[in-house]
């Protein structure tokens, strides 16, 4: 195990991680939310790699990608982590933080999460070693509580407030006050297909590459 040795003071990079299949507003009112109250440099927004028999037809992963580019390019603090979509393989988390934590050594890691992830969390691969690479930050997600599944118990033995981030280099978790934001992907698939045209829980130009590029439609 690493020992909690102090961070330095450069401020903690934020890792979103999901499928974000497309990114939605509920994506971006998270990122903005924790960028701040966490005080992050950045947050690098990593969509997954999907294996190609459980994508979503006719949308790849470099279209999931330019989605983010196109959500984000207004947002200075936000970026595209390519990682896991670089590779021919679906990549456990664990793995890739320990690949960005090689790139970025000198750089303390939070991992953004929805509390919906919290309450399955030590079902993940290393869920500890997630711990031991980085931080974790947990926004709230309507449907989902913190009195669930794994959460009371990650809680009562890792929570901390934000300054945590600045304190240590890895370790804590971050539960945040969020007010509900409601959407899902899976919700806005099911309105593409069924050829809605406004749909305000995704950002205009994702909404207009959908359109133009047809994805989604059944
Ligand atoms: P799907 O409906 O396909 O499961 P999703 O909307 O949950 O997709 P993901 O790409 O799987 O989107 O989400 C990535 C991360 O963002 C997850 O940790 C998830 O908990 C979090 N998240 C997604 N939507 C919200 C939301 N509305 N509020 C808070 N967290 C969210």
Redesign the pocket.
Do not use: E, L, N
């Given at each position: 195990m690493m020992t909690d040795t102090p961070a330095s003071p450069r401020s903690p990079i934020g890792i979103?991680?999901?499928?974000?299949?497309p990114i939605?507003q509920?994506?971006l009112?998270?990122a903005r939310y924790v960028l701040e109250h966490c005080a992050l440099a950045q947050l690098q927004f990593m969509p997954c790699h999907v294996p190609p028999h459980r994508a979503s037809p006719g949308v790849s992963a470099q279209q999931r990608a330019t989605m983010i580019e196109l959500a984000i390019a207004d947002e200075s603090a936000m970026v595209l982590q390519p990682l896991e979509l670089n590779r021919s393989s679906p990549s456990y988390t664990a793995d890739s933080l320990a690949l960005l934590k090689q790139s970025m050594p000198n750089s303390t890691l939070a991992f953004?999460?929805?509390?919906?992830?919290l309450c399955y969390f030590t079902r993940w691969y290393q869920w500890q070693r997630i711990l031991e690479l980085s931080h974790l930050i947990v926004?709230?997600?309507?449907g989902y509580s913190r009195q669930e599944g794994d959460a009371p118990t990650l809680l009562r033995q890792y929570a901390a407030t934000p300054a945590a981030l600045h304190q240590h280099t890895h370790g804590k978790i971050i539960e945040l006050n969020n007010p509900d934001?409601?959407?899902?992907?899976?919700?806005i698939?099911s309105a593409l297909a069924q050829n809605r045209k406004n749909i305000s829980e995704l950002a205009l130009p994702v909404l207009n590459y959908i359109q133009q590029h047809r994805l989604y439609q059944s």
């Open positions: 979103f991680g999901g499928t974000f299949d939605h509920g994506h009112a998270c953004v999460i929805g509390m919906d992830s926004c709230q997600r309507p934001f409601s959407p899902s992907a899976t919700a698939r």
